[in-house]
């Protein structure tokens, strides 16, 4: 005969007064008796009159007397090998075992007396990610605790093992609704397929099974003081208590991922997932979700008046609906993505401080090192989204930095980072996919003929490199640039950065022309018949002319950052490229900082004015931090240098950096940044218009996607530039926890340029803020 199933089976039915009777005959313990809920046992909580609580536990008539000796035991060895987890271990019997028997209604019941600890069960939505996070440890650490544990009662098949799940199938048909039926099958269609041919490659133990907010105890910080009820335990998949603890974290609340972060961020630091894990996690929740739809409807048409049990469903068809929207096949990779952080964010506390790190800094960085930002400086130990962190834990919001273009410490671009750092790196004289396939998506973005790509290490490493294909293209040793361009740091490129250009001094073989300043009017060789467009370009290559210097090539940062942030009308762009050509030069579109969406108009902000550069180059954000830049143009320019030497960069395209850009591509993609850029930094180049009706000292409001300019100035009529206002209201948007720039050959124009994740309401906070912190400036200055 079959063992009867404790799920199958009523539980017991003890009067308060028999549980007392019980509390106090068998284990010595005098006090009032009152019922708990639980799925198939009986507990009561007996409180003596001195203080001291307990739970009196009547397991299920059917319950196997081996899975009690199983649970018992288990959480003395739990105790025995983490002292510090807060168990319950059972309180001995009269007799002398923690486990008796009682004949109640004249049926024998196992029954057990665990000490009631301290703390409260608290609701998923009341917790704070920091609680989350510690849960998440706890749960590691009691897998870790149980490692060495192990029963033969173990063994048994039970419903809530997950391993069961396409046992429980059969229940799908109590499931009314044909919608809802139809979604549990393609759960299970995709376990089946997924999960169970992966099973047997999963590490296996002895788990809890059901660490959920239920059976856990947290006290008024949230910190846990008790984790109670082993009766689900099972010799199965270790990671199996993510799902389910997980399932109970999230309930009631839409963000899973965030949550999903911070427990895995805990239960990672000291219990890293495999990969194969880390890729089932997505399918291991679904699935647990579907198990607890199939056993709610099993159990409910047992139980229809326990409350306990048709709670269930509703919470987890909820979960399953958030996951389907995202696509399972996209959860499971964000859900792996943040799982193989292992643990990574867990910032280590500070040891120095902030004055120390200065000094130091000083003595052994060097006094050409750029000074630090802000006259308070920050130290920044973490970031996420749009957002870094101090080491006391305060968020600054980040609308400076455009280099995390998909958001800080993105998960899917760092763990591409890790696994391939983790698998190998190589440089490109051997094969390998990588470097290849990021070779050909670039080459597909931009327009036909720019079709070879050659990669190296950073914007300055590409515009070098791109000085030295033009030059041998174009047979020509000149430049021209704009008047306060940047384009990098090498000796060559050093020399097309007007901004870097020790005062008073301008190499023989560059020229400059003015921004196209649409605020001060510069427009007007467009505008102006009296002055055919391009009459600067020509002026400037007269000037190098007339000292004997041929153009090589006309560099333009695509949205003018160091000059001040300008969007030329394509009809002047045009008209210099025109004249830039006809005198045998290279155009060279600098996409170093406007590049890979930020425009909001493609991947590539040259795209708006409708011509195709001969050279373009690429870095900044293409690794979202990691370092990988590139240089794109047409074969035949790279044949022309081919024909002289050959290029080969030890660390460009190597397969690190590599795995880093392409999942900076497949993110920009997936999550659709391009448009959010132009939808998010339309909005808030409205709001800041608006401001700029109520300051007068905001004299434009300028930009493209989420690169935008806020040029200050202190005499409106006459556009005086304001450095020193600009200066302040950056250090007073820092006081007040939001990040930003300023750029232009004054100063005077702030630079907001978030990653591209910036969320609308962190958007508006930059609004807000700037309001505050400009109010704050112009009074500290009159
Ligand atoms: N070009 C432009 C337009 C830049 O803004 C920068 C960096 N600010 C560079 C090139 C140089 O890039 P890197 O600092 O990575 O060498």
Known sequence: MATPDVLSADPPRLSRDDAREVARGTFGVEGSASALVSERDQNFLVTEPAGSAWILKISNAAEDPAVVEMEVAAIEHVARVDPALPVPVARRAR??????????????????????????????????MEAVREIGTVVARLGLALRSFFHSAA????????????????HAA?????????????????????????????????????????????????????IVDFGDMAHTALMLDVPASLQSLVRDRGDVFAVADAFLDGYTALLPLEPLEADLLGDLLAGRMAQTILISAWRTGQYPDNAYITGWAEPAWALLDQLEAVGLDQA??????????????????????????????????????????????????????????????????????????????????????????????????????????????????MPPGLDTVMFVNSGSEANDLAWRLATTASGGRGGVVTRWAYHGVTAAIADLSPSEWPRGERPAHVETIDPPDGYRGRYRDVADPAQPAGADMRAALDRLGERNVAPAALYLDTLFTADGIFSPPAALVAAWVAELRAAGGLFVADEVQAGHGRSGGG????????????????????????????????????????AETEFFSTFGGNPVACAAALAVLDVIGDDGLVEHAAREGARLRDALQRLAERHSAIGDVRGRGLMTGVELVSDPLGRTPDGRLAAAVKDAMRERGVLIGTTGRDGNVLKIRPPLVIAPEEVDLIVTTLEDALTAAEAAAS
């Open 603 to 642: 991947l590539w902000a040259f795209a708006d004015w409708g011509l195709a550069p001969d050279i373009v180059t690429l870095g900044k954000p293409m690794g979202n931090g990691h370092p990988i830049a590139a240089v794109v143009t047409r074969a035949e320019v790279v044949n022309r240098l081919a």
């Open 95 to 128: 007799e002398g075992g923690p486990v008796a028997s009682v004949t109640v209604g004249g049926a024998p019941h196992l029954v057990r007396l665990l000490p009631a600890l301290p703390g409260a069960n608290r609701a998923p939505t009341d917790l704070g």
């Open 155 to 170: 063994g048994r098949a039970i419903a809530w093992d997950q391993k069961q799940l396409p046992a429980l199938r059969r």
């Open 174 to 226: 109590l499931v009314e609704d044909a919608r809802r039926r139809a979604q549990l099958e393609r759960i299970l269609d995709r376990f089946a397929a997924r999960v169970v041919p992966a099973w047997p490659k999963l590490r296996a133990q002895v788990i809890h099974n059901d660490v959920t907010l239920d059976n856990l105890l947290l006290d008024a910080d949230g910190h846990v003081t008790g």
């Open 332 to 445: 499971g990779r964000r859900l792996a993505a943040l799982a193989r952080l292992s643990g990574a964010s867990a910032a280590r506390p500070s040891v120095v401080t902030d004055e120390d790190l200065v000094g130091r800094r000083q003595r052994v960085l060097g006094s050409a090192l750029s000074p630090l930002t802000y006259r308070q400086p920050l130290h920044l130990v973490r970031g996420r989204g749009a957002w870094m962190f101090d080491p006391a834990g305060r968020g600054y919001l980040d609308a400076y930095n455009n280099v995390p273009v998909v958001g800080h410490a993105h998960p899917r671009v760092a763990a591409a980072i890790a696994s391939q750092a983790a698998t190998l790196n190589t440089n490109t004289r051997y094969l390998h996919a990588s470097v290849v396939e990021l070779a050909e998506r670039i080459v597909a973005s």
